[in-house]
C-alpha cells in the first residue's frame, strides 16, 4: 500500500473507475480487509489514513470508498 507521508501519494476515487460502494465512518484513519464487499473477497488488513485537508480515503486493494461522516469530530491521535 502506498503511504501518503513517504510518496505524498495515497489513493483517490476515481469517477466511472473506482466502484461506487462508499462507507460512512466516523475516523481519519480506518481499517479494511475487503471483507465488506463480500465473504471471501478480502485482502491483508490495512489502515488508511484520510489526509487532513480531504474527507474520504479509497482502498488500493478493493476500491472501497471510506467518506468521513459529516459533522464527525476527530481528534490528531486518529
Known amino acids: 500500500m502506498r503511504d501518503g507521508k513517504i510518496t505524498q501519494y495515497t489513493p483517490k476515487l476515481v469517477e466511472g473507475v473506482t466502484p461506487v460502494q462508499r462507507i460512512e465512518v466516523d475516523s481519519r484513519k480506518v481499517p ?6 463480500g465473504p471471501g473477497l478480502g485482502h491483508p488488513r490495512v489502515w488508511l489514513p484520510m489526509n487532513p485537508n480531504e474527507t474520504q480515503v479509497t482502498c488500493p486493494y478493493c476500491s472501497i ?3 468521513l461522516k459529516a ?3 476527530v481528534g490528531d491521535h486518529h
Not at 479494511?32 to 464487499?37: F, N, T
Open 65 to 67: 470508498t471510506y467518506v
Open 32 to 37: 479494511c480487509d475487503g471483507e465488506v464487499a
Open 71 to 73: 459533522g464527525a469530530v
